[in-house]
């Protein structure tokens, strides 16, 4: 347990601790965004092969690619949100006076993505049984497809089922933020106090604009 | 003592005898009135005819008969047999019976006395008015429209344009398929060229005809009159007209949810106004129902319901149920289109969905054990 990627997870002072000694390395945390990447593409390829059914049936054509589209956007989100993330983690330390290089706050940054495999893999089972639930009218024109779409997300939001996803999800970052706590710790050389902070200040945002979503007061 | 009783009796009767007066002719008796009860009759009727006379001469008058007859108006009782001697001065009334048979008019039956020892009779017509004429009634007021189960108030106006006054007056309503409170009312006496007015409270049950009876007394004669009100169903002009508008429909989750606005578009008022989906709409959780309350006229709310549909179903009603004052229920139905435009859901089997909250209690539990690990080894 005390190797790796159970010691990232059970672990993770004493993880980031050993790495502070090698250098940094972005490999294993890109593995890790792509991973949740194509994981994501999984639940964007579901929902956009919805969507596609709403589509006329001379449009119908234009499926795969949409599908398409989905799935290298999900992958491409998943890049994203790792250095957004690290990104923002790199700002909020920067109030607390932290000290480290930006390429070591996205590795650990990265590292604290892990438990989003598993966040990824429930919520996309969950998108499945979501989605699976719909049957979408073919629409004749667009004001009808932009219809269907935006009752498409209302349904998303008020199902159940949805909302059960969306607490899975929070729970996830949550545990992915304990990770992160102290990936800047080391990473930005922080105390505990700080780390929790940095962490704390912009996931906690994050988590509560969730709830507002799912509490459909948004 | 015996003989001197005998004496006396027998010199009276001898004193009797000569002081009686030869009988008067009939030039000294006169009919000084005759009166009817009831005043006026009417056909079939029978009334009271009184007679009087008196002695105008100076000597008394042997009468031995007095009769009446006639055609039209015809006498029920006996005539008097014997009547007597009438003193001078004085008078005498007969009374008879009598029984309008003719038709509409004024009848002269005969009244006769015949005079004791030759002396003639005295005739004299007695006028009697007979008129058919009843007693009016008319519905003065009564609601635009009847309605099944509301309740209606119905003024009727009981008038007497006989020549003379009813007694006993009073309005019983009758017939099937309603209620009606009073059960009767009673008027009393009305003189002639009067009238009572009664008001009646009469909720039907289906359309109907109501048979409001007049019944009165002319003298001890009962008589009755109908009048006819048919009770015909129809839109009451100034009842509550609930219109749903700015309706919103929106699928949700194992259905749909529509809302909108519900307004009162006449002229009175509408009470526990409840708004439905009705079939083939199956309503469901959080608003099978939605009370609005009550509704005054030009009064909006909005409301919202929700509902599930099969896949086929392109409208619903939209049902809106209220009652008036009266507490008679009515609905008002509104077709809402759920076309392609709307994304319905596949029903999902009932309820939560128990295993996503099973699974997300264990990674809750996975996660807190995680941390608290994580933390307990630093």
């Not at chain 2, 008001?199 to 109501?210: D, G, K, M, S, Y």
Request: proline letters at 6%; hydrophobic letters at 45%.
């Amino acid at each position: 347990m005390d190797t790796g990627f159970l010691r990232v997870l059970l672990n993770p002072g004493r993880f980031f601790e050993a790495r502070m000694q090698d250098e940094p390395s972005l490999k294993i945390p890109a593995l890790i965004a792509l991973v949740i990447g194509l994981i994501g593409a999984v639940s964007a390829a579901l929902a956009a092969n919805l969507i596609v059914g709403i589509l006329p049936a001379e449009m119908q054509a234009f499926g795969p690619i949409m599908v398409a589209f989905s799935v290298v956007g999900a992958v491409i989100g998943g890049f994203l949100t790792w250095i957004v993330y690290g990104f923002v983690f790199y700002l909020f330390s920067m109030v607390f006076k932290g000290q480290g290089d930006l390429k070591r706050t996205l590795e650990f940054t990265g590292y604290g993505f892990l438990p989003q495999v598993f966040g990824g893999i429930i919520g996309a089972v969950f998108s499945y049984q979501i989605l699976s639930g719909l049957t979408i009218p073919a629409a004749t024109s667009p004001e009808q497809i932009a219809e269907i779409s935006e009752n498409l997300a209302s349904i998303l939001v008020t199902d159940p089922l949805a909302q059960i996803a969306g607490l899975a999800s929070i729970l996830f970052l949550i545990w992915s933020a304990n990770i992160w706590i102290f990936g800047m710790k080391y990473a930005r050389n922080l105390s505990t106090r700080d780390a929790a902070l940095t962490v704390g200040i912009p996931v906690g945002l994050f988590i509560l604009y969730t709830l507002v979503t799912l509490a459909g007061w948004l | 003592m015996k003989p001197f009783y005998l004496l006396i009796i027998s010199l009276l009767c001898a004193v009797a005898a000569v002081a009686a007066p030869a009988s008067a002719g009939p030039a000294d008796i006169t009919v000084t009135s005759s009166s009817l009860d009831p005043t006026v009759l009417m056909k079939g009727d029978t009334g009271t005819l009184t007679v009087a006379i008196q002695n105008n001469g100076a000597e008394t008058v042997a009468i031995r008969s007095a009769r009446l007859y006639g055609s039209g108006v015809v006498p029920l009782s006996e005539s008097y047999a014997s009547v007597g001697e009438i003193g001078a001065g004085n008078s005498k009334t007969f009374t008879f019976t009598v029984r309008a048979d003719g038709g509409e008019g004024t009848f002269y039956p005969i009244f006769v006395l015949d005079f004791r020892d030759g002396a003639g009779s005295l005739r004299y017509p007695v006028p009697v008015q007979v008129e058919n004429t009843p007693l009016s009634a008319s519905v003065i007021e009564k609601p635009d429209a009847f309605a099944a189960g509301r309740t209606a108030d119905i003024t009727v106006r009981v008038g007497n344009p006989r020549p003379n006054a009813a007694s006993g007056v009073q309005v019983i309503p009758q017939g099937t398929n309603f209620t009606v409170t009073p059960t009767s009312a009673f008027i009393g006496a009305l003189a002639a060229d009067g009238s009572g007015t009664v008001v009646f409270n009469l909720t039907p049950t289906a359309e109907t005809t109501a048979t409001f009876q007049v019944v009165w007394r002319n003298g001890i004669n009962t008589h009755t009159a109908d009048l006819a009100l048919p009770i015909v169903f129809g839109e009451d002009k100034r009842q509550a007209d609930p219109v749903i508008t700015n309706v919103e429909v929106t699928p949700i989750a194992g259905g749909y949810r529509i809302v909108g606005d519900v307004m009162n578009a006449g002229l009175e008022s509408a009470r526990s106004v409840l708004v439905t989906p009705g079939a083939p709409a199956t309503p469901t959780d959080p608003f099978r129902v939605y009370v609005v309350g009550t509704l005054d006229p030009d009064d909006i709310s909005t409301f919202e319901v929700t509902f599930k549909a099969d896949a086929g179903v392109t409208e619903v009603p939209v049902v809106v149920e209220y009652r008036d004052d009266d507490g008679n229920r009515y609905t008002a139905t509104t077709l809402v289109g759920i076309d392609s435009a709307a994304a319905p859901l596949e029903e999902r089997d009932g309820g939560l969905p128990v295993a996503g909250i099973v699974v997300v209690a264990l990674v809750a539990l996975g996660i807190a054990g995680a941390i608290y690990y994580s933390w307990r080894r630093t």
